[in-house]
């Protein structure tokens, strides 16, 4: 049998972390960002080398200074400052 489409991952396989070991980004820094779309619970999403950002209290097409206040492994939560 020949591989398929998806070369040899088996369903469910899932392919490494996007970002390696860590995220791009770590609590305390700083970033202006631009506010690109909005999440299913209201808040922006910036994005930081692709790496998704979440801001609350925020509209698309804002541009805003952030501080990184936590972060997962695919994602991170930001606050407007200043």
Excluded: L, W
């Excluded at 591989?3 to 040899?8: A, E, K, L, Q, S």
């Excluded at 609590?27 to 930081?48: C, L, N, P, Q, T």
């Excluded at 979440?54 to 804002?62: A, E, I, L, R």
Aim: charged fraction near 35%; avoid cysteine; glycine fraction near 16%.
């Amino acid at each position: 049998m020949e591989g398929n489409r998806f070369g040899d991952r088996k369903f469910g396989d899932r392919p490494r972390r996007r970002f390696g070991p860590q995220p791009p980004v770590k609590v305390g820094e700083r970033y202006r960002v631009k506010i690109e779309s909005m999440g299913k619970g209201g808040d922006g999403i910036a994005r930081i080398k692709g790496f998704v950002i979440f801001v609350p209290k925020t509209n698309v097409g804002d541009e805003v200074e952030i501080v990184i206040n936590s972060v997962k492994q695919k994602f991170a939560f930001g606050e407007v400052v200043g």
